[in-house]
């Protein structure tokens, strides 16, 4: 079965540069959630959209921005890069069901590691 | 606020042992919760949920959970453990009553070594 996709899945940087990473939900999935995962952390959710549109915010820096396009993908986009930035960034896609955005189950992608030198 | 609450870092088990992973929670409503496993270099994979009905769900790789509302307890049990189920697992909740309703709030995760 087709899975979450996300790339680079591997990124290093340095202090100050910026990154965009991507992620490709599961086929006829409309919703897309980032998560980002510090070493030795659980993840923490930063942003969701759903038909393109930003459904829910979560503790993202305003350093960071996200979209979802036409074809439901989604792009991370960091900018001035911290030390602190360097984590696991997990992408999550999910299907709209008839219970509603609460009940459904979101499926993760491989993840996207980030090191800021 | 809602809250998960691992209480254990680490569990070890031994092979063809029944193996549990503790998991509680504090939310204002009724709570929907979720497992995921993570091997290490992999992203989290889905295992089972409670949304509401049976309070026992069984899920993949022949794992199931209790739900407990008067203990607010969601614990992860597996009949008997394999060496392969050695992996980082993390409880999650989701409150659709306190807003943010799409956010999984995770546990800090619990460590099973199952060993040979």
């Known amino acids: 079965a087709a899975g979450v996709i996300q790339s680079p899945r591997h990124l290093i940087k340095e202090k100050r540069e910026t990154a965009t990473l991507k992620c490709y939900p599961i086929?006829?999935?409309?919703?897309v959630y980032w998560y980002q995962q510090g070493p030795g952390q659980d993840p923490q959710f930063l942003i969701s959209?759903?038909?393109?549109?930003?459904?829910d915010k979560g503790s993202i820096p305003d350093r960071f921005s996200a979209q979802q396009f036409s074809d439901y993908h989604s792009e991370l986009n960091m900018s001035s890069l911290e030390l602190g930035d360097s984590a696991l960034y997990f992408c999550a896609s999910s299907p709209r069901t008839s219970g509603g955005a609460s009940t459904d189950t979101q499926y993760f992608g491989p993840g996207t590691r980030l090191t800021v030198l | 606020a809602q809250s998960v609450a691992q209480p254990e870092d680490q569990v070890n088990v031994a092979e063809g042992n029944p193996l549990t992973v503790k998991c509680t929670y504090s939310v204002s409503g009724n709570p929907y919760l979720f497992w995921y496993v993570q091997y290490p270099n992999r992203g989290l994979q889905f295992l089972l949920k409670?949304?509401?009905?049976?309070?026992l769900v069984k899920g993949s790789y022949g794992f199931e959970a209790e739900f407990n509302k008067s203990q607010t307890s969601f614990h992860l049990k597996k009949p008997s453990a394999l060496v392969s189920d050695s992996a980082l697992y993390f409880c999650a909740v989701r409150d659709p009553f306190s807003g943010g309703y799409n956010k999984l709030i995770f546990g800090a995760g619990t460590r099973l070594a199952v060993h040979p």
């Open positions: 959209f759903y038909e393109k549109m930003q459904s």
């Open positions: 409670y949304i509401t009905g049976d309070n």
């Open positions: 086929p006829r999935h409309d919703t």
